[in-house]
């Protein structure tokens, strides 16, 4: 899990619908970005109650990293999301010491004038 937030609360006994979609694919893991949100069929109405992104990697029988598809985003919100994907990738690199800061795409344009 790399990142979870909960802006609202959901009651107990409440309905509870997870809408999960690939944000971004890399050689052989994807990021995977899901929104929670609190179903009330009598309001008619959804809440956005919390959002988690998650990394998976894609293995074989032996459990080995196999390449994946990549994919195009289409929407506003998925290009957001997919470009927002690789900055968090580069940071999990940096922080993991897989990556030096310098080599960063994405995070230098952040800081730079």
Same mark, same amino acid.
């Given at each position: #899990?790399?990142?979870? =937030? %909960?802006?609202?609360?959901?009651? &107990? @006994? @409440?309905?509870?619908?997870?809408?999960?979609?690939?944000? !971004?694919?890399?050689?052989?893991? #994807? +990021?995977?970005?899901?929104?929670?949100? /609190?179903?009330?069929?009598?309001?008619?109405? *959804?809440?956005?109650?919390? &959002?988690?992104?998650?990394? %998976?990697?894609?293995?074989? &029988?032996?459990? *080995?990293?196999?390449?994946?598809? $990549? #994919? +195009?985003?289409?929407?506003?919100?998925?290009? +957001?999301?997919?470009?927002?994907? %690789?900055?968090?990738? &580069? /940071?999990?690199?940096? /922080?993991? @010491? !897989?990556? *030096?800061?310098?080599? =960063?795409?994405? /995070? *230098?344009?952040? %800081? $730079?004038?």
């Amino acid at each position: #899990m790399n990142h979870v =937030s %909960f802006n609202h609360p959901i009651p &107990e @006994g @409440g309905i509870v619908v997870l809408e999960a979609k690939v944000s !971004r694919a890399f050689s052989t893991s #994807m +990021e995977i970005y899901v929104d929670v949100w /609190l179903d009330d069929p009598i309001a008619n109405k *959804k809440i956005h109650t919390n &959002e988690g992104i998650y990394t %998976f990697v894609a293995v074989d &029988e032996y459990n *080995k990293p196999v390449p994946i598809p $990549q #994919m +195009e985003p289409e929407t506003d919100l998925e290009k +957001e999301r997919y470009a927002a994907a %690789f900055r968090r990738r &580069e /940071l999990s690199l940096i /922080l993991s @010491g !897989r990556m *030096k800061p310098k080599d =960063s795409v994405e /995070l *230098k344009k952040l %800081f $730079q004038d």
